[in-house]
């Protein structure tokens, strides 16, 4: 008897732009549940997350920075926002960039941050 052929796996069709932005607000949610451990806020409204690249194949890439390149957390921090985002249903393959280039300023923060901080 002859063996059955299986069927060839077929690449999911690619993303369009609805969707990147869908996946990409659900992983700026993702990421909202990571801390500065310095500072009482998540890293997104912090302002280190600079950009949020989604690939037609549901893939990310996260280009982030820290307050300063001595940050205690650096080894860490950057580890635990792509742990986060991968957690997201749908996503793909996830990267973090860290990057020093702009530096992180406090005009990176939400006003509703700098309030909160009483930097305002």
């Known amino acids: 008897m002859p063996k059955p052929i299986e069927p060839t796996p077929t690449a ?14 659900e992983i700026v949610e993702q990421i909202r549940q990571v801390y500065d451990p310095e500072i009482p806020v998540n890293v997104y409204d912090l302002g280190l997350i600079y950009d949020i690249i989604i690939a037609d194949d549901a893939s990310a890439h996260i280009v982030m920075t820290l307050t300063s390149p001595a940050c205690p957390v650096a080894g860490s921090l950057p580890g635990e ?23 992180f300023t406090l005009d990176r923060m939400s006003e509703d941050v ?5 930097l305002m």
Request: glycine share 8%; net charge neutral; no cysteine.
């Open 12 to 25: 999911a069709a690619p993303l369009n732009p609805i969707q990147k932005r869908v996946l990409e607000s």
């Open 114 to 118: 700098k309030l909160m901080l009483g």
């Open 81 to 103: 926002v792509e742990m986060a985002a991968s957690q997201t249903p749908g996503v793909g393959k996830v990267t973090v960039e860290l990057t020093w280039d702009p530096p």
